[in-house]
């Protein structure tokens, strides 16, 4: 079972700085291609951040500059560090994973698996 789990959020102050991670227990994220998703209250979920296969990375223009995604170099941690927090990037935070096998692109397609997600409050 591919069940990703997040940790790491909280309540901070505007400004500060938060780091979420994720894991999926008895996975390594060699053959999946990795994201961070966030939903806000009354709004769709939306696409944070991902990170293929070979390393390289995307990033919501709303958090480009503050936000980077990135995985150890085991690939089994995936990790969010967040920084210059606004009160709208309040939200719930979810991991996903997506199967990349190879020759496999990760477009606009949806991740295959879900975590349950990690609060993450901004106050001003």
């Known amino acids: 079972q591919v069940q990703p789990v997040e940790s790491g959020g909280g309540s901070v102050q505007a400004g500060e700085s938060l780091r979420l991670s994720c894991t999926v227990p008895?996975?390594?994220?060699?053959?999946?291609?990795m994201g961070w998703f966030r939903q806000a209250p009354g709004k769709e979920r939306e696409e944070v951040a991902r990170?293929?296969?070979?390393?390289?990375?995307s990033h919501a223009d709303t958090v480009k500059g503050r936000f980077y995604i990135s995985t150890d170099n085991a690939k089994r941690n995936l990790y969010l560090q967040m920084n210059s927090l606004k009160p709208e990037d309040t939200a719930m935070y979810y991991c996903?994973?997506?199967?990349?096998?190879?020759?496999?692109?990760?477009?606009?397609?949806?991740?295959?698996?879900w975590g349950h997600g990690t609060q993450v409050t901004v106050s001003s």
């Open positions: 990170i293929y296969k070979d390393g390289t990375t």
């Open positions: 996903a994973a997506k199967y990349c096998p190879r020759d496999f692109r990760w477009n606009t397609e949806a991740p295959d698996y």
């Open positions: 008895g996975y390594s994220f060699s053959t999946y291609c």
